[in-house]
T-cell receptor, first 110, second 118 residues
Framework: GQNIDQPTEMTATEGAIVQINCTYQTSGFNGLFWYQQHAGEAPTFLSYNVLDGLEEKGRFSSFLSRSKGYSYLLLKELQMKDSASYLCAVRDNAGNMLTFGGGTRLMVKP | GAVVSQHPSRVICKSGTSVKIECRSLDFQATTMFWYRQFPKQSLMLMATSNEGSKATYEQGVEKDKFLINHASLTLSTLTVTSAHPEDSSFYIC??????????????FGPGTRLTVT
């Protein structure tokens, strides 16, 4: 089975740093994805990790520890437009399916 | 980059009618397409996986006779919600994956279709 957990909501201040955690217990693993989704829109790709470690891309970074079944998305220099839902998704061994976590709604305040 | 379109973006229909949603890959051939449903403030739930030229594989709890999926070509998949009811009102999102795509993040999402059944 697949079980992916994320906090439901988070609040942070403009200009600050926020870390969104994701833990997973899955029957197979072939990569972990982070997506951003604004209300009423489709998800947009943010990052992909398949090996342990940190992947940095501009203001966004993502970390993976496969032994711990743990990932986080780090957002730096928060902007108001970063207010959105952030979805953690795990890809299965066959590389076909993505299973999504419940998503974390981030609210950035001035 | 790879682009996936959906049509319509919004649709309102009366209870008991059927609605067809199209998902197209515009600049690549999609051997596999995925259909998701998302209720307000909830995450994406996979409904079915369709491979070109074969029957779709439905997730547990998804009625295949109610949600008809056709993947007749490498660039088009359709989802038909038959005899729609208000509880079918949701945001339907498709994604597509191409053959031999070496890009690690190879599922490309469409913009979604907002279905409201009155």
């Amino acid at each position: 089975g697949q079980n992916i957990d994320q906090p439901t909501e988070m609040t942070a201040t403009e200009g600050a740093i926020v870390q969104i955690n994701c833990t997973y217990q899955t029957s197979g693993f072939n990569g972990l994805f982070w997506y951003q989704q604004h209300a009423g829109e489709a998800p947009t790709f943010l990052s992909y990790n398949v090996l342990d470690g940190l992947e940095e891309k501009g203001r966004f970074s993502s970390f993976l520890s496969r032994s711990k079944g743990y990932s986080y998305l780090l957002l730096k220099e928060l902007q108001m437009k970063d207010s959105a839902s952030y979805l953690c998704a795990v890809r299965d061994n066959a590389g076909n399916m993505l299973t999504f976590g419940g998503g974390t709604r981030l609210m950035v305040k001035p | 980059g790879a682009v996936v379109s959906q049509h319509p973006s919004r649709v309102i229909c009366k209870s008991g009618t059927s609605v067809k949603i199209e998902c197209r890959s515009l600049d690549f051939q999609a051997t596999t397409m995925f259909w998701y449903r998302q209720f307000p403030k909830q995450s994406l739930m996979l409904m079915a996986t369709s491979n070109e030229g074969s029957k779709a594989t439905y997730e547990q709890g998804v009625e295949k006779d109610k949600f008809l999926i056709n993947h007749a070509s490498l660039t088009l998949s359709t989802l038909t919600v038959t005899s729609a009811h208000p509880e079918d009102s949701s945001f339907y999102i498709c994604s597509a994956r191409g053959e031999g795509n070496s890009h690690p993040y190879e599922q490309y999402f469409g913009p979604g279709t907002r279905l409201t059944v009155t």
